[in-house]
């Protein structure tokens, strides 16, 4: 399974998990300043996009000598950076799409990023968020996430109707539950597994991970 990872340029996420991610995949993006946080955590990214207004100029400068592929576009346009990034990725067919940097102080651009996972569900891809402190995953069928005893999970209902959800890890089980969008069931539940397994049988579902 070929696996790329897209950086964008919110949350603090540390060095060290950087480091470690990166190493996991086959190929690195880096969204406008997402590229520039990669610089810092030594990494170089294989691509990257944006219209290049969180990035500075001597990151951008130090990213062409070292002859990254980049894709500058206008910042009038009707997509977000992100949007464009995993659009090239999949033009490049990758089976697996983490995207972190996600999330972060302005609301509008962490919804809009939990909402591309969507679109990827609808292709058959496997896209999720990591973060150091989050994760969330899409399913619109079954899901198994591996997590600690304790998170908190949480399951937001993405289409205005989810069916079927059955759940086995967490404190409360649903068993068959029918979730609507506008309501609070699912919030705050609890991981007493270090595997959440959560199945749906129509619509689709948000599983966020809280980490302690």
Do not use: W
């Not at 950086?7 to 590229?35: E, P, T």
């Not at 067919?93 to 940097?101: E, P, R, T, V, Y």
């Not at 969507?118 to 994760?135: F, N, S, T, V």
């Not at 399913?139 to 304790?150: A, C, L, Y």
């Amino acid at each position: 399974m070929k696996t790329v990872l897209i950086v964008a340029n919110g949350n603090s996420n540390s060095k060290l998990f950087y480091q470690k991610l990166s190493k996991k995949v086959d190929f690195i993006i880096g969204v406008d300043g997402g590229a520039g946080k990669l610089i810092k955590c030594g990494i170089t990214p294989d691509l990257v996009v944006g219209d290049f207004d969180s990035i500075r100029d001597s990151e951008l400068n130090l990213l062409k000598k070292k002859g990254v592929n980049i894709l500058q576009f206008p910042e009038d346009k009707e997509y977000s950076d992100t949007d464009l990034a995993i659009n090239v990725a999949l033009k490049k067919h990758f089976d697996a799409f983490i995207l972190s940097g996600m999330l972060y102080g302005r609301i509008d651009h962490m919804f809009f990023n939990a909402s591309l996972l969507y679109p990827l569900l609808k292709k058959g891809k496997d896209a999720y968020i990591l973060e150091e402190r989050e994760e969330i995953y899409i399913t619109g069928g079954r899901r198994k996430i591996k997590t600690k005893k304790g998170n908190i999970v949480s399951l937001y209902p993405l289409t205005n109707v989810v069916q079927g959800v059955k759940t086995s890890g967490l404190k409360y089980q649903l068993s068959g539950k029918t979730l609507l969008k506008g309501k609070t069931l699912t919030l705050s539940n609890i991981a007493v597994s270090n595997v959440v397994q959560v199945e749906v049988k129509k619509g689709a579902l948000l599983i966020i991970v809280q980490k302690k």
